[in-house]
């Protein structure tokens, strides 16, 4: 079968730097994602990783490490707005585009002034 | 540019009813998939359309049926509610034309109350 592992919440302070990590066991694996939810909201994307390594976003970064079945989400320089549920996705590769993906149970996070 | 649009927003149903869920998918994506996020849970995958056929299913039973029509819009249909079907049902687009893997955009959802 397929699982993802993520901390179920996270608190930090408005400025600081967060990782949020994910472990994943897959069938397959065609690459990590990671979605923002805010309470109310529809998931939204952030980053994807489909080799090893830091892909980086403004103040959003993603890492993968395929060999640890492992990657992480760190968001620095941190906002209020920031405040939301983050989800780890795994998906597979259908014929050239996303299929299905497979969701972590999400991280929550809170951010304090 | 329109994103991904659903309706309607809430429906609340009584058990054993059926209830169908309309999905409207972004502009120039032409695959649609549904999920289901229980309160507190990361979405579920139901199943994904593409071509008017349904091309993956997760497991879901029977009662979760769809539909896509030629203008790639999609239906979710649910027969013989429980109340475990209570949730935000959240639809994805994305495009196959593409080359390599493509971002999934979600719309707002719709969230069903099963009483």
């Known amino acids: 079968g397929q699982s993802l592992e993520q901390p179920s919440e996270v608190t930090a302070v408005e400025g600081a730097i967060v990782q949020i990590n994910c472990t994943y066991q897959t069938s397959g694996f065609y690459g990590l994602s990671w979605y923002q939810q805010h309470d109310g909201g529809a998931p939204t994307f952030l980053s994807y990783?489909?080799?090893?390594g830091l892909e980086e976003t403004g103040r959003f970064s993603s890492f993968l490490s395929r060999s640890d079945s492992y990657g992480y989400l760190l968001l620095q320089e941190l906002q209020m707005k920031d405040s939301a549920s983050y989800f780890c996705?795994?998906?597979?590769?259908?014929?050239?585009?996303?299929?299905?993906?497979?969701f972590g149970k999400g991280t929550k996070l809170s951010v304090k002034p | 540019d329109a994103g991904v649009t659903q309706s309607p927003t809430h429906l609340i149903k009584t058990r054993g009813q059926q209830v169908t869920l309309r999905c409207s998918p972004k502009?120039?994506?032409?695959?649609v998939s549904w999920y289901q996020q229980a309160l507190g849970q990361g979405p579920q995958f139901i199943f994904q359309y593409y071509e008017e056929e349904e091309r993956q299913r997760g497991n879901f039973p029977d009662r979760f049926s769809g539909h896509q029509f030629p203008n790639y819009s999609s239906e979710l249909n649910v027969n013989a509610l429980l109340l475990g079907d209570s949730a935000l049902y959240l639809c994805a687009s994305s495009s196959r034309t593409g080359v390599g893997t493509d971002t999934q955009y979600f719309g707002p959802g719709t969230r069903l109350t099963v009483l």
């Open positions: 996705a795994v998906g597979g590769n259908y014929g050239g585009s996303q299929g299905n993906l497979i």
């Open positions: 502009s120039g994506h032409d695959t």
């Open positions: 990783n489909a080799l090893d």
